[in-house]
């Protein structure tokens, strides 16, 4: 089989799939990766291959209804010259049994450190029905004219947790022994063989370091590969478990690229084609794997969820277009729980893409207006790049400097440098638009002629709100960020529970002595998942003294009194300083000024924070989806 090209979009879960079943939506997601330009597309993802799996995020790939609905999504991506592989996979012990209110099924009854649920040891009579399951689905994808297939033995799975001595004490043919551990995966690949052929391309995504206590290590991971069936065509490269997520996924504090060691002497084991992995945004380094040697093909799934079109916009030279990931991982990963499907913090579009035309298929606006924009963060930076695409004449107003709003505070954190990618990414389009930048301009109502704009668009975000308790050595955490200077005690009180409590702890914990004081069960428990624990590590690696379930009441003679929320107890710590991570508040005054100036209510736009205080996703798709509606 020929791939057009040496780029992948790996498998990952979208939360389209409705009654076990691929969606239209499924397939305009992949189709916008193929019209973007990729070679070979692996979804559906996690495709179960038999009930004993059941999760309501992925496809039934043994129910036969499937057929049709892959059918549709080879269709779309075809149309494109990609290739598409499906993903198989039973979840094993890595899931719970929830969803179809049964027992999960794995080699041996040891509980993931994922799920921690106790699931039921297979018995031999499961064993068949799980490799008939795989061979059902195989003949399944085949039939819905997908062009090959994944198995996942990577990051969770039964296929993994066969292979891994943590996982698998059997005493039977299918344990002990690494040769014993690796026989199903064999057994599965020949039961597929059967069914597909030899021509049929039949691939594996495998872990190389399970990276847990117990768990199997690179070294173990390559004598898995050379005992793996002779038949496989190529290895898609992984790392970790679904309990380390947080370094599968790794969030920005991982740097680009950060699992090349392992993919790299995978490749020198093996004469079949190894897939690399592992915050891989650009297509300057990819290029750098595939010329050193690396990796055969270079597999993208977060920054193909953020810019659909990287391939297409490089290949046409218009490199500064493209829309890098920054590994927040707060849509791609945490969508699938808040949102209920895969998006992008940076890009509307993904994973809407039935509902939000690309910007290339809408005409420009009818009768274009001039727009003045106040405020030059997120919010308005991505308003004035839509607005421009669809004909606007645009002018930013920014008081500041320099553009980029509260990023620019964010990123005085060294772990969270790379969320300024976000603003830089929006600034590189806004330098290919004819839009009018004015930086260090206040914008006074009186002073803005309702005669000379047809629109304006207020985005001039939020601020922290002052902290309830006062005093010469309180301070808030932007303050600090901004060069306010504390005592070498601390006291860091998080009343955010995002982003901003543990980015001042980290950022004070260098060279000061830091307790962090939340009422929370930990430290930003509303962020993401994967970007606590590397947070957690860095404050522990300082020595932080972390204190949870408790609140602050008092701080006075460089002593807080500090209240357990659910004790009620009272206790004592001192400090030289306290630093609260406060909520913020909408900045509202301008828009209403600006309509007793005399413009009409309509208008009058607001986006972004000074609507309500959100995360930055919301700023973005605010700013976007104003331009477009302004252009309908």
């Known amino acids: 089989m020929t791939i057009p090209n040496r780029t992948v979009f790996l498998a990952h879960e979208t939360g389209f799939a409705e009654d076990g079943l691929?969606?239209?939506?499924?397939a305009a997601y992949y189709e916008a990766r193929a019209r973007g330009g990729v070679g070979l597309i692996i979804g559906p993802s996690s495709m179960l291959v038999h009930p004993s799996a059941s999760n309501p995020m992925y496809a039934s790939g043994y129910d036969p209804?499937?057929?049709?609905?892959?059918r549709m999504i080879a269709d779309a991506v075809h149309d494109h010259g990609t290739k598409v592989f499906a993903q198989l996979q039973h979840t094993g012990g890595e899931d719970t049994g929830e969803h179809a209110m049964r027992e999960t099924w794995a080699p041996s009854a040891v509980p993931s450190e994922y799920g921690y649920e106790m699931p039921k040891r297979m018995e031999h009579e499961d064993i068949e029905e799980i490799k008939l399951g795989f061979a059902k689905t195989a003949e399944h994808v085949e039939r819905g004219n997908l062009d090959g297939i994944e198995l996942k033995a990577g990051h969770d799975g039964i296929l993994?947790?066969?292979l891994s001595p943590k996982y698998n004490n059997r005493d039977d043919e299918y344990g002990g022994s690494l040769d014993n551990r690796v026989r199903l995966v064999n057994e599965v690949v020949e039961a597929i063989r059967d069914r597909v052929g030899e021509e049929f391309p039949v691939g594996i995504r495998l872990t190389l370091d399970e990276m847990e206590e117990g768990g199997y290590d690179y070294d173990y991971a390559v004598e898995v590969i050379r005992r793996l069936h002779p038949s496989l065509d190529f290895i898609d490269s992984d790392i970790a478990t679904i309990s380390k997520l947080y370094i599968t996924d790794a969030p920005m504090h991982a740097p680009l690229g950060y699992t090349s060691e392992y993919y790299g002497a995978a490749r020198e084991e093996v004469d079949i084609p190894v897939i690399a992995a592992g915050r891989i945004n650009d297509l300057t380094k990819a290029n750098d794997v595939l010329e050193e040697g690396r990796a055969d093909f270079v597999g993208m799934c977060r920054q193909l969820i953020c810019d659909a079109d990287t391939v297409r916009k490089v290949r046409r030279g218009e490199d500064e277009e493209v829309t890098h990931c920054i590994a927040c991982n707060q849509n791609c990963l945490g969508g699938i729980h808040t949102n209920g499907h895969v998006g992008c913090i940076q890009t509307p579009r993904s994973g809407r893409e039935t509902k939000i035309p690309h910007l290339e298929d809408r005409d420009p606006a009818s009768t274009p207006r001039d727009v003045l924009v106040v405020g030059g963060g997120p919010a308005g930076l991505s308003f004035a790049v839509t607005a421009a695409d669809l004909g606007h004449q645009v002018t930013i107003r920014e008081r500041e400097a320099q553009l980029g709003g509260?990023?620019?505070?964010?990123?005085?954190?060294d772990s969270r440098q790379e969320f300024g990618d976000a603003v830089r990414n929006l600034k590189n389009q806004l330098g290919n638009r004819d839009v009018t930048v004015e930086t260090n301009t206040e914008v006074v109502p009186e002073a803005v002629d309702a005669d000379a704009w047809d629109d304006v668009v207020v985005a001039i975000g939020a601020s922290e709100s002052q902290p309830d308790l006062q005093g010469p050595d309180v301070h808030r955490s932007w303050d600090v960020l901004r060069g306010d200077d504390v005592g070498d005690s601390v006291i860091v009180f998080d009343n955010n529970?995002?982003?901003?409590?543990?980015s001042v702890a980290e950022y004070l914990a260098a060279d000061h002595d830091v307790t962090f004081v939340t009422t929370s069960y930990h430290p930003g428990d509303?962020?993401?998942?994967?970007?606590?624990?590397?947070?957690?590590e860095t404050l522990y690696e300082h020595g932080v003294d972390i204190e949870t379930h408790v609140t602050v009441i008092g701080f006075e003679g460089n002593t807080a009194q500090l209240l357990n929320v659910y004790s009620e107890d009272v206790h004592t710590v001192a400090a030289d300083s306290l630093v609260v991570a406060e909520r913020r508040e909408a900045?509202?005054?301008l828009a209403d000024a600006l309509e007793e100036q005399g413009f009409a209510a309509d208008a009058v736009h607001r986006v972004g924070d000074c609507v309500a205080p959100r995360l930055i996703d919301k700023a973005i798709y605010d700013g976007e989806l104003l331009a477009r509606e302004l252009s309908a």
């Open 22 to 26: 691929p969606t239209e939506r499924d």
């Open 65 to 70: 209804d499937v057929i049709p609905r892959l």
């Open 406 to 413: 509260q990023s620019n505070i964010a990123t005085q954190v």
């Open 526 to 536: 509303q962020l993401e998942g994967t970007n606590v624990p590397p947070f957690l």
């Open 497 to 502: 529970k995002h982003a901003a409590g543990v």
């Open 160 to 162: 993994r947790q066969f």
């Open 587 to 589: 900045r509202t005054g």
